[in-house]
């Protein structure tokens, strides 16, 4: 008999973040998602000078903040939030 891999397959979903800044120079993501690394989620810019990038997630609560040129910055568009051990303001996103 062969037996197979208990773990049921988790269904992610397609997750889009966009930030609007005409003047930035790049824009990337970091959250509990990628373990807070600038170097995995770059954002691309459109022609209306909003930043975004679509990630597929699992089901989760996740913290994030976009890091805008070197500066951090919240997602203006998702008010839930919560302090950091840094004394500022994580954005919060359950997916459920």
């Not at 690394?37 to 691309?44: E, I």
């Not at 990038?53 to 699992?58: A, G, H």
């Amino acid at each position: 008999m062969i037996e197979k891999n208990s773990k049921l397959a988790v269904k992610r979903k397609k997750i889009q973040f966009a930030f609007y800044d005409e003047d930035a120079d790049s824009v990337c993501i970091l959250g509990d998602f990628n373990n807070w690394d600038g170097k995995k989620h770059a954002m691309q810019r459109d022609n209306r000078n909003i930043w975004r990038i679509t990630m597929l997630l699992p089901p989760g609560i996740y913290e994030y903040r976009f890091k805008v040129d070197e500066r951090w910055e919240n997602d203006p568009y998702n008010e839930n939030a919560c302090a950091n051990c840094f004394g500022t303001i994580n954005n919060v996103l359950e997916i459920v």
